[in-house]
């Protein structure tokens, strides 16, 4: 645990701060907006940011990924891999599937590649869904696609995120793929897990997967219950205006 909410507790109870400690203070309240994925408002002057850091990089590459600011990202990746690793392990645990992604996703694959190797460190990550789910993605990523499904399948046995979203993964190589077979596997695997994860975005994605895999199915009636189970769960959003088509 990393005790965001208990750290972050005590830093808004301080009405005042040392002039002595300043920097120290800020420095604990932006590491805590980075860490629950929230960017500084201005980096550069950040403490987190000062030269003189040895884990600036770590720092840098979490505000490149909670702006979206992918140059930012790129630069530090690898020396905030390095920087990681003066965190705590608490932090380290937390943060490292976060960066892994992060290198998968911007197909930096030799730092990805110690990254997941850096993964089996922390054997509650490996061997869970979020091990198999980055492992498929990499794989996924280099055209892997036999490689990419067995972890994906391995991650869908689970019941957390990580599970779900390579659940979303599996069904979306089904419906590129279009074979019979791979549209029942899909079904057979989102069915398998429907209702492990609700109330945000990645539900809704689920759903409107499982509707387009049923209709591909040719399986209407469950596809219309689908539908209704979104409008249901989700009123007066986009996606509930789209299953009332």
Request: charged share 25%; no cysteine; aromatic share 6%.
């Amino acid at each position: 645990q990393m005790m965001i909410y208990e750290g972050g507790s005590v830093l808004d109870s301080l009405e005042t701060v040392d002039p002595s400690l300043r920097d120290r203070y800020s420095a604990l309240r932006d590491a805590r907006s980075l860490l629950e994925g929230l960017p500084v408002e201005d980096f550069d002057t950040s403490p987190l940011s000062a030269n003189t850091r040895v884990d600036r990089a770590f720092w840098a590459a979490l505000q490149g990924i909670s702006t979206g600011d992918a140059p930012l990202l790129l630069d530090n990746l690898e020396p905030g891999l390095l920087g990681l690793m003066h965190q705590t392990r608490p932090v380290a645990h937390t943060m490292l599937p976060i960066l892994t992604e992060a290198m998968i996703e911007v197909g930096a694959e030799v730092h990805a590649a110690q990254a997941l190797r850096l993964l089996d460190d922390f054997p509650d990550l490996t061997d869970a869904p979020v091990g198999y789910f980055l492992r498929g993605r990499a794989q996924e990523k280099r055209n892997n696609q036999s490689s990419a499904l067995a972890a994906y399948f391995e991650a869908a046995k689970g019941w957390d995120r990580y599970a779900a979203r390579a659940r979303l993964a599996l069904s979306q190589m089904a419906l590129e793929d279009g074979g019979r077979g791979a549209l029942l596997a899909a079904r057979d695997v989102l069915e398998h897990g429907k209702g492990s994860w609700k109330g945000d975005f990645l539900e809704v994605q689920l759903l409107q997967t499982l509707a387009e895999v049923l209709v591909k199915n040719k399986d209407d009636v469950e596809a219309l219950v689908t539908h209704g189970n979104i409008m249901l769960r989700f009123p007066g959003t986009e996606a509930a205006m789209e299953a009332e088509k």
